[in-house]
């Protein structure tokens, strides 16, 4: 994410590593390394070299915490023109296992009735988001930080509810953010959601933050009714903030907020 790292180097290099070992995870893989190809402009200008530094730091601390190796990779510099260089874009490559045919997990909502889960922290930051660059022309804001301690926990607990309980889909939040991620897992057989936010959680929060802010360490999960209680206690276990946010239904999406509508989207037209 070019726009994250523009904004904080550092912590966009971290945000891109927890990303990719994520989506990983959310496929019902074990990550075993990363590779990576970092792309930058100039960096005999100082403030290339300073975002070039601060994003392989940035990318060595979350590996440390992750405790996985990088096998190698590649850089690509002074990509510039006359108006200036490329936002500083290390782009990140994981490998992982899946160890059991029965583990592979999609991002599609799979059955209407399923509950909807999302895991992670209730946060309306809107900062650094792609919905404040492309509706309203702002790239700026605080990138929020990824705590590495809890981008790991989720990590563990997603693969562990896959492994030993099964879920029907697994899907990140990332670009985008929740409302994003919704209609992106409605794309797959179960063909729709409802979601109704209760008026507790959005009280004195902004909503297109909550629907459209990218703070990180945050996972969608759907699952059978039946497997519900076992996937909550496995978050408990883990210290994973665990919310049912709606239950997966056919033909469209539905998002409201204590009783007022948001979104209420045909698949065709959220996919077009």
């Not at 792309?39 to 405790?67: H, R």
């Not at 409302?179 to 929060?205: H, M, N, Q, T, W």
């Amino acid at each position: 994410n070019g726009r994250l790292c523009y904004l904080d180097p550092f912590e966009g290099a971290k945000a891109a590593v927890a990303e990719s070992t994520r989506n990983v995870v959310c496929s019902g893989a074990q990550p075993l390394g990363i590779t990576n190809c970092l792309n930058f402009g100039n960096p005999m200008k100082p403030e290339i070299f300073w975002q070039f530094k601060n994003a392989v730091l940035g990318m060595i601390e979350a590996l440390k915490v992750l405790e996985l190796p990088v096998t190698g990779g590649n850089v690509s510099l002074y990509n510039e023109n006359p108006q200036g260089a490329v936002d500083p874009t290390p782009v990140i490559g994981t490998v992982g296992l899946i160890e059991k045919e029965e583990h592979i997990t999609t991002q599609g909502f799979k059955k209407a009735g399923d509950p909807i889960l999302l895991l992670g922290a209730w946060s309306d930051a809107i900062d650094a988001s792609s919905y404040l660059q492309r509706v309203h022309g702002m790239k700026r804001g605080k990138v929020p930080p990824v705590d590495l301690a809890k981008e790991k926990a989720l990590q563990k607990t997603v693969l562990e509810a896959i492994r030993s309980v099964g879920v029907s889909s697994a899907h990140d939040l990332s670009e985008g953010g929740l409302a994003v991620a919704l209609a992106e897992c409605c794309f797959g057989p179960g063909g729709g959601a409802r979601v109704d936010l209760p008026s507790g959680l959005i009280a004195g929060k902004r909503l297109d933050g909550i629907l459209f802010g990218e703070a990180p360490s945050r996972v969608l999960l759907s699952v059978p009714e039946s497997k519900l209680r076992a996937v909550e206690d496995i978050c408990r276990a883990n210290g994973v903030e665990c919310r049912r946010i709606g239950t997966v239904e056919k033909g469209s999406l539905k998002i409201s907020a204590g009783g007022q509508a948001l979104v209420d989207a045909k698949i065709e037209e959220l996919k077009d």
